[in-house]
């Protein structure tokens, strides 16, 4: 089903999905609230008839791996979750993850990393680095990929992992958090166009979310960091995303340092557009999917 692009901004304001990140209040109350009634990470029962869906623990965290059964899947793609560091997978995200496995051909692991209040950037970036060096083992070709957050996260992730000495790593990066102070002046004037997201509590989240480390650490705000030797980067974005003027930041950046980066930015789109049920969001998944292939 396609919704109407139109719709969705209404629907957004109505339900006040940005109530967890117009206000200092409301993201401390979100995070009590996941805390003590934490939703289901778990894919939906019916996925997809021609994926293969495992489980296995990283220590205590659960990392999933989805594959087709319908063919040898070649390389690895490594796919972080967004949800403001606070809201677990969401069965969106299962959908495009199935449609990566299937349509890219390819196996994709999917690490639920601990949320807010209990994890932190250093956590999940230690975390993802294990999971790369683990599919390394069997893959030459390991990429990794996220939204929002989980943008945020894998962008770091390709940093640490270029400083180990893995130049070149493939990245797919949906509406990423890029510098978690916000900080940038173009902000301002997106705002009032964006229905999901907002300033004062995300800049809060991503304080906690910081943990022990400064904001300007590139394992919490990859902006800040040495772009150089990462490889090919797709990156999307909506207009009427608060995160938006980083992406242009990014690309300048990037490009800057060498990297190459193509930018599929759509006008008037929403924070995470691919993700959503609209004909344009089905034409970018159909680019994420072609960017993932090994």
Do not use: C
Not at 78 to 87: D, K
Not at 94 to 118: G, M
Not at 245 to 263: C, E, F, I, N
Not at 278 to 294: G, P, Q, S
């Amino acid at each position: 089903m396609n919704v109407p692009e139109a719709l969705l901004p209404v629907f957004l304001r109505a339900t006040r999905a940005n109530k967890p990140f117009i206000s200092a209040e409301g993201a401390v109350d979100e995070v009590r609230r996941q805390e003590l009634r934490p939703t289901s990470s778990r894919p939906p029962r019916k996925l997809r008839p021609d994926v293969a869906v495992t489980v296995r623990r990283e220590g205590a965290t659960p990392v999933y791996t989805v594959s087709p059964t319908t063919s040898n899947p070649a390389g690895h793609v490594i796919y972080t979750h967004g949800g403001g560091w606070v809201h677990e997978i969401s069965p969106q995200h299962w959908t495009l993850i199935a449609q990566i496995a299937i349509e890219a051909n390819t196996t994709v692991t999917v690490p639920i990393y601990d949320l807010l209040p209990h994890g932190d950037a250093q956590g999940a970036n230690a975390l993802v680095v294990r999971l790369f060096h683990a599919a390394r083992a069997e893959q030459d070709d390991v990429r990794l990929a996220g939204d929002s957050a989980g943008g945020q996260i894998a962008l770091s992730a390709a940093l640490t992992l270029r400083d180990q000495g893995h130049a070149g790593i493939r990245t797919v990066l949906i509406s990423p958090a890029l510098e978690l102070t916000l900080s940038n002046p173009r902000v301002p004037a997106v705002l009032p166009t964006d229905p999901w997201l907002g300033v004062d509590g995300a800049r809060v989240l991503g304080r906690l979310w910081a943990g022990s480390l400064p904001l300007t650490d590139p394992r919490v705000s990859p902006l800040m960091g040495d772009l150089h030797d990462l490889g090919p980067m797709l990156l999307l974005t909506g207009t009427r995303d608060i995160l938006n003027p980083d992406a242009h930041l990014l690309v300048s950046k990037a490009q800057a340092a060498g990297v190459s980066v193509t930018l599929l930015e759509r006008k008037d789109a929403l924070h995470v557009f691919p993700l959503l049920p609209t004909r344009a969001a089905a034409a970018a998944r159909a680019r994420i999917v072609a960017a993932l292939r090994a």
